[in-house]
């Protein structure tokens, strides 16, 4: 008597769709794709950079260099790649960091020493987030309108603190943070934080409820609703992580400057939203990788690096940042347009 194979059953003992498996596959390899892609990217980066001034780049202090300054534009990525999963936009990272680093470092502030300052930064981050959670989760704004406002209004606070100034940290603690004698088998304690950061990121996103939901949320809220998810309140537990992974960058820059200015975080709304769409994470949200996004943080920053190097100007370096954002978005719509 002929034996025909049985259709491939689940962990119940329920019988799987037959679709269900091969859709999962297809995913994973699309995603193994996007993660080799990003590598050779970088991995050509690195040629290039080692060919136009092998001295410098190559050079371990050069390489610490880039890795600390990924690490704090790192850290605001993390935030951002899970409010665009969500099918949100924050226009606000940058001034968020500014504001953060400007109350932290001020003379009142500085008195409460190495904890008054990271308490600080923390909270000033979270409460900036947290208004941009209650304002688009339950005051009905569009996240593009209501985080370009709260990027006017903490520039603007930015500067009232400051009066354009320059605020130096004078607490030995936190600019000891910033030596070399600070680093632990080479590795600068930014980057450290920035791989910690990462690492929660990524057990969040992908082996947690919250993370589930957050991908649920962005790729269809209706339906997320429908199934029992609290989408406002998910949406502004999503800005409060935001904000939060803000106040630990702007702590991070203030080591890395050892002061506070208005103008820190400059355009790192660019850079997060660039390095996210680079590493797949969909501006539509739906879908969202944190490896993906710290790939795409280490390839702007690497291309930052080489161009200065290479005494490129600035606004070369913002024209191929543009370039390469919308081509990263008509590679992401042309592959929707093929699944």
């Keep these: 008597m002929t034996q025909h194979a049985s259709p491939p059953r689940d962990g119940t003992g329920k019988t799987a769709p037959a679709a269900e498996l091969p859709a999962w596959r297809g995913m994973m390899a699309r995603a193994d794709v996007r993660t080799l892609s990003l590598l050779g990217v970088l991995a050509v980066l690195v040629l290039i950079g080692g060919i136009s001034k ?97 990027l006017a209004a903490a520039r603007g606070l930015a500067l009232q603190i400051t009066g354009g100034k320059t605020q130096i940290v004078t607490i030995p603690s936190i600019l000891d943070l910033g030596e070399r004698d600070a680093y632990i088998l080479g590795v600068p304690p930014l980057v450290m934080v920035f791989a910690v950061v990462t690492i929660i990121g990524w057990l969040v996103l992908n082996r947690t409820t919250f993370g589930r939901r957050t991908v649920a949320v962005g790729g269809n809220a209706e339906a997320a609703r429908l199934a029992g998810i609290d989408v406002r309140r998910q949406r502004l537990y999503l800005y409060l992580l935001s904000g939060l992974c803000c106040g630990i960058a702007a702590f991070l820059l203030i080591i890395l400057s050892g002061s506070g200015q208005n103008t820190n975080g400059n355009l790192y709304e660019l850079d997060a939203i660039a390095a996210a769409i680079i590493g797949g994470t969909l501006l539509s949200g739906g879908r969202g990788t944190i490896t993906g996004s710290v790939l795409g ?43």
């Design 54 to 150: 092998p001295d410098e780049f190559l050079d371990t202090r050069n390489l610490q260099l880039v890795l600390t300054q990924a690490s704090v534009i790192g850290v605001v990525t993390v935030g951002m790649t899970f409010v665009i999963t969500s099918g949100g936009i924050d226009l606000s990272v940058g001034a968020i960091v500014a504001l953060a680093s400007v109350w932290a470092t001020t003379v009142a502030t500085q008195d409460y020493g190495f904890a008054g300052v990271l308490f600080t930064a923390v909270l000033v981050g979270v409460g900036c987030g947290l208004v941009n959670g209650v304002l688009i989760a339950y005051g009905g704004m569009v996240p593009f309108i209501a985080t370009l406002a709260m």
């Design 297 to 339: 943080v280490l390839i702007f920053t690497t291309i930052t690096n080489i161009f200065a190097l290479n005494n490129l100007e600035t606004a070369v370096q913002q024209i191929a940042k543009g370039a390469i954002i919308v081509a990263a978005v008509l590679v992401q719509r042309r592959t929707a347009s093929t699944t």
